[in-house]
């Protein structure tokens, strides 16, 4: 029997925490590895959930890049390496050398399935391998299953091997319907993710079981297994279930989500961080900026220190230039402006006040 492994990277934010506890508490059955990819430039709020969470799973492998360098942290390494040429959204050095290579490392050529916390009311993919030894699966979406896994069902050659599948195992007062979508072609306006969602839609446990039973002919790691039990899983977890969560399992919420009020110009906003990383990350907001500035800062001198040779984290703007008195003022009077238009428009809770969702294009797979 081939022995295939489970693996959850925890990165200190709120949603793998949560998945996490997630896991460990519906799954216990599941010998699920938890890992940390350390950087050396986290928060010291970050290190702190981190502890919290080992003591609740019992054990997290901590894993950390070019141990025995002469530099302090792993980045301080790879930016002296790189000439000190910093990450970015289009050069994510930082995100290859000290998560991913680190995580592929860990788990070496076995066949592996990584669980990733993307929630239900996201709009995004997660982290996918290039190795084929590694298939990610996403338990708090509708959607368990990775993109490549749904255009590999539906693909022209496959799909008639995936039909005889689904019909075998579906009841007849169904089979009729099943078939009209599956053998639907696609088109601009039926393409996978509509004639997925539309098969999920008459029976999301009967999609799985589909799934499962095909990928058995393949490759995947999961088509490996005699039994997966995700495949029974109907949840769909949002923002506020992760929360919930943390909360009820006594890990709570990493500190740095906690709100803080701030005051310009008469105006009360709030600011916190929204994400776990580096303090440093490129990705985040400005008004998260001024909160490291403000919060932290011997944190944001050191991200000062790291601009030189004319790199900057953020482009067009370097962090001297963006704490100047005029310019942290207008920082804050923009972010009071959205959180007012955000209240109007959402629910008023205090948890849709905060953007983790708001910067579509930041790196998802830093978060593994």
Same mark, same amino acid.
């Given at each position: ?10 990165s ?5 925490a949560?998945?996490?506890?997630y896991? &460990?508490?519906k799954?216990?059955?599941?010998n /699920?590895?938890?890992? =940390?990819t350390?950087?050396?430039?986290e928060? #010291? ?12 799973l019992?054990? $997290? ?6 141990e ?16 000190n ?6 050069q ?12 592929? +490392? ?6 592996t ?17 290039? &190795?084929?030894n ?5 338990p708090?979406?509708r ?5 490549? %896994?749904?255009? =590999? !069902?539906?693909?022209?050659?496959? !799909?008639?091997r ?6 075998s195992? #579906? ?5 009729e ?5 599956l ?9 996978? #993710? ?5 098969l999920?839609d008459?029976?999301? &446990?009967?999609?799985?079981q589909? /799934? ?10 999961v ?8 495949v029974d899983n109907?949840? $769909? ?7 919930? $969560?943390?909360?009820?399992?006594? /890990?709570? %919420?990493p ?6 009020e ?26 998260e900026w001024i ?22 984290? =953020?482009? =067009? ?6 704490i100047?008195?005029?310019?942290? +003022? ?9 959180q007012?238009?955000k209240? &109007?428009?959402?629910?008023g809770l205090?948890?849709?006040m905060?953007?983790?969702d ?9 978060? $593994?």
């Amino acid at each position: 029997m081939i022995m295939v492994r489970h693996v959850l990277g925890i990165s200190g934010g709120k949603d793998s925490a949560a998945l996490a506890i997630y896991m &460990k508490s519906k799954y216990p059955d599941l010998n /699920v590895e938890y890992y =940390n990819t350390d950087t050396g430039c986290e928060l #010291a709020e970050t290190d702190l959930l981190i502890n919290r969470l080992e003591s609740f799973l019992g054990g $997290i492998k901590r894993l950390r890049a070019v141990e025995g360098s002469p530099e302090p942290t792993p980045f301080e390494h790879f930016l002296r390496a790189s000439g000190n040429f910093l990450p970015s959204p289009q050069q994510r050095w930082c995100t290859q050398k000290m998560k991913l290579a680190e995580m592929e +490392r860990f788990v070496g050529d076995e066949p592996t399935i990584s669980y990733v916390g993307i929630r239900g009311d996201e709009d995004r993919e997660g982290y996918i391998s290039t &190795k084929p030894n590694i298939q990610a699966i996403f338990p708090f979406r509708r959607n368990i299953w990775s993109i490549d %896994v749904i255009h =590999n !069902i539906v693909h022209k050659n496959n !799909i008639a091997r995936f039909t005889d599948i689904y019909l075998s195992l #579906a009841p007849d007062d169904m089979k009729e319907k099943l078939k009209e979508i599956l053998e639907h072609p696609l088109t601009k306006d039926f393409y996978y #993710a509509k004639k997925t969602s539309a098969l999920m839609d008459i029976d999301l &446990k009967l999609f799985n079981q589909a /799934v499962f039973e095909y990928l058995k002919g393949t490759d995947y790691p999961v088509g490996k297994l005699d039994e997966f039990p995700l495949v029974d899983n109907e949840d $769909i977890l949002i923002k506020e279930d992760i929360f919930r $969560i943390l909360e009820d399992s006594g /890990v709570g %919420v990493p500190a740095y989500y906690k709100p803080i009020e701030f005051e310009v110009d008469g105006k009360v906003g709030i600011y916190n961080r929204s994400r776990s990383g580096c303090y440093f990350c490129f990705f985040q907001q400005k008004i998260e900026w001024i909160w490291l500035y403000e919060q932290h800062p011997d944190l944001f001198a050191k991200a000062m220190e790291f601009e030189k040779d004319g790199y900057t984290w =953020n482009q =067009n703007e370097s962090l001297e230039e963006m704490i100047r008195p005029e310019r942290i +003022r207008q920082i804050k009077l923009d972010a009071i402006k959205k959180q007012e238009a955000k209240r &109007k428009a959402g629910t008023g809770l205090l948890v849709d006040m905060f953007d983790d969702d708001d910067n579509d294009a930041f790196c998802a797979n830093c978060f $593994i």
